[in-house]
């Protein structure tokens, strides 16, 4: 691993990414944009009795991973099936630089949508929560980068960006529904309930939960928190292992 190549790496992508105004505006302003159209709907229409704010904290890890997950995979995708990469990795390049820099790159990215999302739901929409706002971001920036980085391993085994988009079914709606969001994971039967606890966003969720309910950071949240970490660093790892330096 060098440092300098992957600084190169990540500025490169952000530059793409400065010059791509759709992407930005996807991954910058759709989650904003998702976030006030479910508070007008939980807040302001027939559903008012859920409430937004009981569903707001989870949300902010949901959509983040969503977004990242789905525009990392197909980007990634899109390069590698041009040529970009494979020109890439022809260089004095590992695939660990490789991964780094995009993960640094839309990281920062990540911070950004992070920021705006919470400052959006806690200051313009209300959001009610009981634990400090910085961890709140902390976790909406971490649950972003999960997707990164798990749209980057996926990206390896598909051919087409219509392939790359058949993941989410496989890898993102599974832990949407058994994160704790439509049936608290304690009331899942007992085979979804550790499968549940095999899954990195049921992590990000618990996290947010506490912060919902607690004004102190208890040690289960720094453990949530970690564990994501973890797959984190599981997921740069698998996909540097998986990544092909030439295009099929």
């Known amino acids: 691993m060098n440092a300098r190549i992957t600084l190169a790496v990540a500025a490169r992508v952000l530059t793409q990414l400065r010059r791509d105004h759709r992407t930005l505006a996807l991954l910058l302003v759709m989650p904003c944009v998702i976030l006030a159209l479910l508070w007008w709907m939980f807040d302001g229409g027939p559903a008012r009795g859920v409430g937004f704010s009981a569903l707001g904290p989870p949300l ?20 590698r099936s041009s040529g970009t990469l494979e020109r890439l990795l022809s260089m004095p390049m590992g695939k660990l630089d490789l991964l780094l820099g995009y993960a640094l790159a839309f990281g920062l990215v990540a ?48 051919e087409t960006e219509f392939q790359a988009v058949q993941f989410m079914p496989a890898v993102v709606i599974p832990q949407i529904l058994l994160c704790g969001l439509f049936v608290a994971r304690d009331d899942l039967p007992d085979v979804l309930r550790v499968v549940s606890g095999l899954l990195p966003l049921s992590y990000a969720v618990d996290g947010m939960q506490t912060l919902q309910a607690q004004a102190d950071l208890t040690s289960e949240f720094t453990r949530d928190l970690l564990i994501v970490a973890a797959f984190i660093v599981a997921a740069v790892g698998l996909g540097a292992a998986t990544l092909k330096r030439r295009t099929a």
């Open 60 to 79: 902010l890890a949901l959509i983040p991973f969503i977004v990242m997950f789905l525009v990392t995979s197909v980007t990634t995708l899109r390069e």
């Open 111 to 158: 911070l950004v949508q992070a920021v705006l999302a919470v400052t959006l739901t806690v200051g313009v929409l209300g959001l009610d929560i009981a634990g400090p706002i910085w961890a709140l971001t902390v976790v909406a920036v971490l649950d972003a980068i999960l997707g990164t980085t798990l749209g980057l391993f996926v990206s390896a085994f598909a």
